[in-house]
């Protein structure tokens, strides 16, 4: 499979843990997403990479999250002293051209 | 602030009729519209571009700036375009796609 790589596909942790998910882009896209998503909701952005540098975040991404994509390949979002509000679909996905999206098939994070 | 609207969570129709999927949208300035779409069980995936001006898979759609409205349509539904379909607006200057909730269309046999 060629396409935008995530793991884990699914991560249960205790609240107050701290927990790290991996975006594998498709290799010659320059552009790199993440998004969350929750019941009943569209995908709400985080933010995003240009190469390695991080050029917009969304107000969601609190001070617990951080992102990274230190060579501008691959990326990782973690999430410090996760919340039971934290539960979500984690989405990323790549690109070459604005707005056209390539996604991964995301990972279910379930607090508990 | 933009906002995407699908005012339909779910939308059920008979095999050959036709579909329409709505979208409104508020942004003061002039958007790029979207609409992505989600068969089961596999990943989102864009369908069409307002830019592109194209037919995917029979559906189009047109941006009303008057109407600020992104409806996607198709004349003949068929079971396979059973999915659920985000209609999504990109601002000029930022690479943020701002998505609506979601429409689920079942075409029945």
């Known amino acids: 499979d060629t396409g935008v790589s995530q793991n884990p596909r699914h991560k249960i942790t205790k609240r107050g843990q701290n927990v790290t998910f991996r975006c594998d882009p498709i290799?010659?896209?320059?552009?790199l997403y993440w998004y969350r998503q929750t019941l009943g909701q569209g995908p709400e952005f985080l933010t995003y990479?240009?190469?390695?540098?991080?050029?917009?975040k969304s107000r969601l991404l609190s001070d617990r999250f951080s992102a990274e994509r230190p060579k501008g390949s691959f990326s990782t979002l973690e999430i410090q002293r996760t919340e039971q509000g934290d539960s979500a679909m984690y989405l990323c996905?790549?690109?070459?051209?604005?707005?056209?999206?390539?996604f991964g098939q995301g990972t279910r994070l379930t607090v508990v | 602030a933009q906002r995407v609207t699908q005012p339909e969570k779910l939308l059920s129709v008979f095999k050959g009729a036709p579909v329409e999927l709505k979208c409104n949208y508020s942004?003061?300035?002039?958007?790029?519209l979207f609409w992505y779409v989600q068969y089961s069980r596999q990943r989102l995936q864009l369908l069409l571009r307002?830019?592109s001006r194209e037919s995917i898979k029979g559906f189009t759609a047109d941006l009303n700036k008057g109407e600020t409205s992104f409806h996607l349509k198709k004349p003949f539904a068929q079971e396979e375009d059973s999915a659920m379909y985000y209609c999504?607006?990109?601002?000029?200057?930022?690479?943020?796609?701002?998505f609506g909730k979601g429409t689920k269309l079942t075409v029945n046999p």
């Open positions: 996905a790549s690109s070459l051209v604005q707005g056209w999206a390539f």
């Open positions: 290799s010659e896209h320059n552009r």
């Open positions: 990479f240009q190469n390695e540098a991080q050029l917009e």
């Open positions: 942004y003061s300035g002039s958007p790029e």
């Open positions: 307002h830019i």
């Open positions: 999504a607006l990109r601002q000029g200057g930022s690479e943020k796609l701002v």
